[in-house]
T-cell receptor, first 114, second 116 residues
């Protein structure tokens, strides 16, 4: 079946470096994508979202890129800080559905070394 | 503004016991849902509700019941707990897609349930 997946299960970076977390999706009907951050012992926290009519969206220190041609989503974190250490999930919503049918990837663990 | 509040934070049950996981949100969100999170499985949808009085099944509904009598509350009931239900349970809410378009889910901090 179609699902959201991640290229890298773990990512280790030095403090101050930029981080890139990748996500592949296979459902061409997906029209809305979300990145979540989950710290240990907490629930997923919304970071940024993007709709399929956009290629790029920027937030504070974060940028999401969407490449519909290869069905690829990435989250870029600028000047990564120790507080960015967490598991990052991407999620997709299939066009015609609703956000109660969000499909989540299994997550990438980001570790920031001081 | 508390967001999504889940209680209890931790719970240990014996096989066959029943319990209710509580979830409340104060954001006037129409949509509420329950997910379970297991290692290597990601977040899986159990049940959801698009408004008071309306509930529907998600991906893994067996062994769980829900009701939605108010906009604010969405309790999850385990009628006869099984070890396979050991997991972390998350409640999430958002605005209705019909009213405002697709919007991100807001999650609570979870209930960690162990069934022995």
């Amino acid at each position: 079946g179609e699902s959201v997946g991640l290229h890298l299960p773990t990512l280790s970076v030095q403090e101050g470096d930029n981080s890139i977390i990748n996500c592949a999706y296979s459902n061409s009907a997906s029209d809305y994508f979300i990145w979540y951050k989950q710290e240990s012992g907490k629930g997923p926290q919304f970071i940024i979202d993007i709709r399929s009519n956009m290629d790029k969206r920027q937030g504070q220190r974060v940028t999401v890129l969407l490449n519909k041609t290869v069905k690829h989503l990435s989250l870029q974190i600028a000047a990564t800080q120790p507080g960015d250490s967490a598991v990052y999930f991407c999620a997709e919503n299939i066009r015609g559905g609703s956000n109660y049918k969000l499909t989540f990837g299994k997550g990438t663990l980001l570790t920031v070394n001081p | 503004n508390a967001g999504v509040t889940q209680t209890p934070k931790f719970q240990v049950l014996k096989t066959g016991q029943s319990m209710t996981l509580q979830c409340a949100q104060d954001m006037n969100h129409e949509y509420m849902s329950w997910y379970r999170q297991d290692p290597g499985m990601g977040l899986r949808l159990i049940h959801y509700s698009v408004g008071a009085g309306i509930t529907d099944q998600g991906e893994v509904p067996n062994g769980y019941n829900v009701s939605r009598s108010t906009t604010e509350d969405f309790p999850l009931r385990l009628l006869s707990a099984a070890p396979s239900q050991t997991s972390v349970y998350f409640c999430a809410s958002s605005y209705s897609e019909l009213d405002r378009g697709v919007s991100p889910l807001h999650f609570g901090n979870g209930t960690r349930l162990t069934v022995t």
